[in-house]
């Protein structure tokens, strides 16, 4: 299960009040790395809406380790860790410019079907954009 990495710049919109980054900003940042991840895998939001299935987060735990800053480059690495029947797992770290461990999120996912409205088996196509 390969290891897919995305870089990106810590922005002045980021920021909240107390001058750092947003505990939910975070949460969008890790979805924009997962989005490019199923992207360059070849399933596109065009997909989603062409074939009306697409990803659904169905639990989340973030551990927050280190303040991310204005203007750091941070690189999101984003590691699907096990698939089984229909509930996917997925590791995401962020680490800052000095490599050091951020934050460490775990999720639980799968694939819906935006006409049934439920959770359905991976196909390959999703499965190969995933990296697996």
Known sequence: MRIFSYSTLIREHHLDSFGHVNNAVYLELMEEARWELITQGGYSISDVQTEKRGPVILEVN???????????KI????????????????????????????????????????????LIKPTEKWLRALGL
């Not at 690495?77 to 590791?91: G, M, P, R």
């Open 75 to 118: 690189r999101i690495d984003t590691q699907c860790i096990n698939y089984s029947k229909v509930v996917a797992e997925l590791e995401q770290k962020i680490w800052n410019e000095a490599n050091e461990l951020c934050t460490h999120a775990h999720f639980k996912f799968g694939l819906f079907d935006l006409e049934r409205r439920k």
């Open 62 to 72: 973030v551990k927050f380790m280190k303040e991310l800053r204005v203007r750091e």
